[in-house]
């Protein structure tokens, strides 16, 4: 029951991510969509926000949309390239590390936002082996803020994680904290339905917004456990001042855009 | 200062992998996922058929699955095994995992990345934040009682430290990452000179932290430049002769992947190369083929086509090579 | 990124001292011994009659001896009071010490380096191999009472952990040391842009861990450059935007320190320097007359001569000012 | 007693030390005259050894002698610039650090080669303040051999240090491993009178050497503690190459030599 769109799944996720990061944000980014949310946020309504790599690259000047974050469209022009001892430090960094926002994705997540980016099935014989951490259980657990891209599936949105990657929300509030964990846990899931949130109170995951012809109980059927449903509003469609900005100044070849 | 260089050809990059590369050694390879993987001297390790490797990573990629791919690897210690929109996880590392052909450790990329630090710096371990509460943690890919009986091995993954500092520094808990000191680095970069002085432009990535933890260093770098030259303007260099053992010059050293301010990563290869690479029989005829049927890696690039080569020179206004096709 | 920046005179370095150091706030500042002391900032802070800073020191030499002399200094931590052959112990701080005014924790070079490290990594600490079997760890300047009452102190001077890790890493023990993050940073630099990035030319001394340690950071620097300029070779830059508070363009702000590439130490100066501070009087009066008495910089450098300030100019060729009288 | 001498105690000291540096070594080097012995050693018999200094200077080309470490003369045309940061975990790395020599001063030495160079009298109110360890306290702990500079006074030559610095040989044989030190300890001590050693066996000072003019007696009245005599030997004068090599190509100025 999906109505005709001008724009396709991953435009309205990277629109809704760009949405998300503030203005002045140091933007941590991964690879694929949330780079290119990271440069349509600058362009469109953070113009003051700072894209940042975990490779070493502080503000990178994102002329062609970068395939991996060591891709040496990342390292052109920027404040200052560094490495990855550079990048981490400039996270787990007590004044520097609360201004970032972090990208991520993963394989699985569960209610409180942890991540799964290692392995579906047993860990010592995996039936499917993904890249691993990279930098995500890093930035996840030292920013003050993260926003997540899933593709949204049963599967995939989990009670029980097979493997435990990165860190959300643990267990609920105080969760971080009892770990000795710094900084908050994720802001917000956008997948290729809707927008989930955190409660402030219980720091489950809800479902905050749903994109246009979807509904909030078809999320709900692709999700592998209960979501509040009660808060969710529509979300908006990207307008064609973001579609054009995301089409032709961020990935006109459509790399990451298919 | 001595030289550390044999005549500057490919002759010297056989000789160095086969001096400084044994058969069930530790290795470690500069770059990350698609820039900078000294690609030339992976290929000279597989084709001399090194066997038994024990690889220290955080996220090289490519090189990382070549290397898996043919074989040359029993253990790896990693933090991410991709290659970013070409293969999101390596293919080759992907099977020889799901086949239970690859011990695995995994760690994040800081954890890799301070355990490189570690060994530079001549400590066992560094402190870190990261990790505190996952499996990274707790679940362990060699277990206890391997660790205890192999000394190549620590004897813990990482131990999780109550900050004996109280409240200081905002952290009540800490996890300790132990060392490495891999018995060889390899590192590709732009610039070295006969000595073994060697300057990275653009993103260094660990290959400082990779390359000054290792017992031996080989350098493989696209033009050996004079020292007076690297002596210039010294604070731009970030190895020095103290830490090298090899220097051997090999232009397109970093071929398929990018070497910034030289060229690009080649689109057309990582693509061909991610197909080949999902199929076993595939995977043999590439490997044969591609890496095995040549002598060196001037042979392996002169099976491409030239003007594939050109149009990934690196604009040097930007340095990489702009507008390229990259579908 | 936002500028970093007022109007780029001497008024903003007013201003910027004024903002960000305040009594009883905790400082370091850049440089080692005779080299890019930021000068002209400590003049400033001087001037301004700052009152009980807390000074982390690694051997930062002339800066910290005329601000612990100008009484601004309550404690200290330090690795190394010294001006090389002009001073192989600071005068003033000496004196400050052996009367009993300045209260003095002592520390390695090393493990200041690595408490500013731990400081800018986000880090309570990070071990070293360092001082294990000396008083250094053992005699306490801050005691423990004290420690234990102020909460701008950890609570241990260091502490000593047996290798968690067993003998990996060939280390028994390990001398744990705490983390600094200042209140304020300075650093003088020969290239800044209005944002906040920053390049250094030579040595790097402790700065970058410093800057990147501190909750408020100033820049001075010789020549404030276009960002462009820095962003053409931003492997060049050691510190971004994302750690600068203020910049403030001041030639010759290290005089009478040196600065690679810009200009040598002034031997008469350091020599007058020394003779002065061996008395209290001729002290009072080199503090009144030198730095008091003039408004700013501008003022203080048009006091010394024309022409000993054009023999410092450093020779292009060696970065420092070739052939020098230097007695 | 002294016999008529063409040359002074500072350059009879640098030559002794020059003397003490092997070809091929990473000589750590602090101010005054360990540079010259370092530059000395270095156009003499040691062509191939490096001078390296804690402010991050690798392989220094020093056409002028420097005055402090941070000298910019320690700058030039060096293999490498870095910091403080760099220059410690040379020395402190396994592989490097077993390659340096450090040259060290003091202000007090004990038998067993340990130094003091912070304070007179009691830490908490001394009597006479020095500068403090700077980075002696971090040589001394990591890398295999020191050769130490002293003004042979009995004040200065202890049988207890006022403040105990950097650690040498510590109580004896097995005394640096047992406190988990890595390296050996002071290899020699070369004063105005003369060079001392430590035995293999029980790691004590003695008189290895005494320079001509001067004798074991005078040494042993200049020392605190007993000094083992039974193997010392004449030292043999500078020679002309090397005066003319330290007067003419390393300190013209006599900034250091006086």
Redesign the interface.
């Known amino acids: 029951m999906v109505a005709e769109r001008d724009y396709t799944d991953r435009e309205m996720m990277a629109i809704a991510a760009a949405r998300q990061i503030r203005n002045?944000e140091?933007v941590f980014c991964g690879?694929?969509i949330s780079m290119l949310a990271a440069m349509a946020a600058k362009k469109i309504s953070a113009p003051?926000s700072?894209i940042f790599f975990?490779?070493?690259?502080?503000?990178s000047?994102l002329?062609?949309v970068?395939?991996?974050?060591?891709?040496?469209?990342?390292?052109?022009?920027?404040?200052?390239?560094?490495?990855?001892?550079d990048a981490?430090?400039?996270?787990?960094?007590?004044?520097?590390?609360e201004?970032v926002v972090g990208i991520l994705g993963a394989a699985q997540i569960d209610p409180f936002g942890n991540l799964n980016s290692?392995v579906i099935g047993d860990?010592?014989?995996?039936?499917?082996?993904?890249?691993?951490?990279?930098?995500?259980?890093?930035v996840a657990?030292?920013v003050n803020r993260t926003i997540i891209f899933m593709q949204h599936e049963k599967r995939k949105f989990v009670n029980q994680?097979d493997?435990?990657?990165?860190?959300g929300w643990?267990d609920g509030p105080g969760?971080r904290r009892r770990?000795?964990?710094?900084g908050g846990g994720p802001a917000a899931v956008i997948t290729n339905l809707g927008i989930m949130g955190f409660g402030e109170t219980d720091r489950r995951m809800y479902l905050m917004a749903f994109y246009p012809g979807v509904s909030p109980e078809e999320i709900q059927q692709n999700t592998g456990f209960a979501l509040d449903l009660s808060r969710a509003r529509p979300c908006p469609p990207p307008t064609p001042e973001e579609l054009e900005t995301l089409r032709r100044h961020c990935d006109p070849?459509r790399?990451?855009l298919g | 200062m001595m030289e550390k260089l044999g005549p500057d050809n490919l002759a010297t990059l056989k000789e160095a992998v086969a001096m400084l590369v044994a058969d069930g050694c530790s290795l470690s390879i500069g770059g990350f996922t698609i820039n900078r993987n000294p690609m030339a001297a992976v290929h000279e390790i597989i084709r001399q058929k090194r066997r038994g490797l024990h690889l220290y990573a955080h996220s090289n990629g490519q090189g990382v699955d070549e290397l898996v791919g043919a074989g040359c690897v029993d253990r790896i210690e990693i933090a991410y095994a991709g290659s970013g929109r070409f293969a999101p996880t390596c293919v080759r590392f992907r099977r020889a995992v799901e086949q239970g052909r690859l011990q695995v450790e995994d760690y994040s990329n800081y954890q890799m990345t301070l355990r490189f630090m570690a060994g530079a710096m001549g400590l066992p371990f560094l402190p870190t934040r990261s990790g505190l509460g996952t499996d990274i943690l707790t679940k362990w890919g060699f277990p206890a009682a391997l660790r205890r009986q192999d000394e190549t091995l620590p004897d813990a993954k990482v131990i999780t430290l109550d900050n004996p500092f109280g409240t200081w520094g905002g952290a009540a808990k800490l996890v300790l990452v132990p060392a490495i000191n891999p018995d060889v680095t390899i590192i590709h970069v732009q610039e070295a000179d006969r000595f073994g002085n060697a300057r990275i432009q653009g993103l260094t990535f660990a290959d400082i932290e990779q390359a000054r933890a290792a017992r031996r260093l080989l350098i493989t770098c696209e033009r050996l430049v004079d020292d007076e030259y690297l002596r210039h303007r010294p604070e731009h260099n970030q190895v020095s002769f103290l830490h090298t053992d090899a220097v051997v010059q090999v232009p397109w050293g970093a071929y398929p992947t990018a070497c910034f301010n030289s060229y690009d990563y080649d689109p057309e290869y990582l693509n061909d190369y991610r197909r080949a690479a999902g199929d076993d029989s595939t995977y043999e005829k590439y490997l044969k083929e591609k890496i095995l049927a040549v002598r060196d890696h001037f042979e392996f690039l002169a099976a491409r086509k030239k003007k594939s080569l050109a149009r990934l020179r690196a604009d040097p206004a930007t340095g990489y090579a702009t507008g390229l096709d990259r579908r």
């Open positions: 002045g140091i690879t694929g003051e700072t975990e490779t070493g690259a502080i503000d000047r002329d062609e970068p395939l991996a974050v060591a891709d040496s469209r990342v390292m052109y022009h920027t404040a200052l390239n560094g490495g990855l001892a981490f430090a400039t996270m787990q960094n007590r004044f520097t590390g201004q290692t860990y010592a014989r995996p039936k499917i082996r993904f890249s691993g951490s990279g930098g995500a259980c890093d657990s030292f994680l493997y435990f990657t990165s860190p643990i969760g770990l000795g964990l710094p070849q790399l990451i």
